[in-house]
Nanobody, 123 residues
Framework: EVQLVESGGGWVQPGGSLRLSCVAS????????MSWVRQARGKGPEWVSA????????YYADSVKGRFAISRDNAKNTLYLQMNSLKPEDTAVYFC????????????????WGQGTQVTVSS
């Protein structure tokens, strides 16, 4: 059974930090590109960050660049998102997901999803 289990969410004041974790099982995590996607209440999903299977390439949405850092430990089947200088607009449910890129089109296709972890940034 494929599982992605996020943790580390919670409430934090603006300017604070949180570290999200996503533990994977049931598939070859070390061969999978991984991403973080968030969804604020009443809004559509927003891609946040991605990392390739080996961890050598990382990508960020402009809204989080310089504040968030994605990483992974393939020996532990775990994906991380270090979030610093948090803002109220970062409030959302954060999901980890595996993805592939269709070579012919460059289209990103998501595969496995976690259940999400709530991050709330407020004073």
């Amino acid at each position: 059974e494929v599982q992605l289990v996020e943790s580390g969410g919670g409430w934090v004041q603006p300017g604070g930090s949180l570290r999200l974790s996503c533990v994977a099982s049931g598939f070859t995590f070390g061969s999978s590109n991984m991403s973080w996607v968030r969804q604020a209440r009443g809004k559509g999903p927003e891609w946040v960050s991605a990392i390739n299977s080996g961890g050598g390439s990382t990508y960020y949405a402009d809204s989080v660049k310089g504040r968030f850092a994605i990483s992974r430990d393939n020996a532990k089947n775990t994906l991380y998102l270090q979030m610093n200088s948090l803002k109220p607009e970062d409030t959302a449910v954060y999901f980890c997901a595996s993805y592939t890129v269709v070579p012919e089109t460059g289209v990103v296709e998501y595969g496995h999803w976690g259940q999400g972890t709530q991050v709330t940034v407020s004073s």
